[in-house]
């Protein structure tokens, strides 16, 4: 099975890309996934992170078809 990947935003330009997969594996976190997709060896400060439409943490563990939405960090005025 597989964990979908979206990027959002200024991080889709950042990391080439809209979508990916990752293979899922028991333990696996969001913040690993990360790694794994950007091959970048941490999340970046501030990068919201959503698992199955719901605001996550960098340490959530995943299950089996999940999906996984990163966006760039909210700023404003």
């Known amino acids: 099975m597989s964990i979908k990947v979206r990027f959002f935003a200024s991080l889709a330009e950042t990391v080439g890309r809209r979508e990916a997969e990752c293979a899922h594996a028991e333990g696996l976190t969001v913040g690993e ?16 992170c959503a698992v199955n439409h719901a605001y996550s943490t960098a340490d ?12 760039p960090p909210v700023t404003g005025g």
């Open 33 to 48: 996934v990360w790694a794994r997709v950007t091959g970048e060896p941490a999340l970046p400060e501030g990068v919201l």
């Open 60 to 71: 959530h563990a995943l299950g089996e078809d999940d999906e996984v939405a990163y966006f």
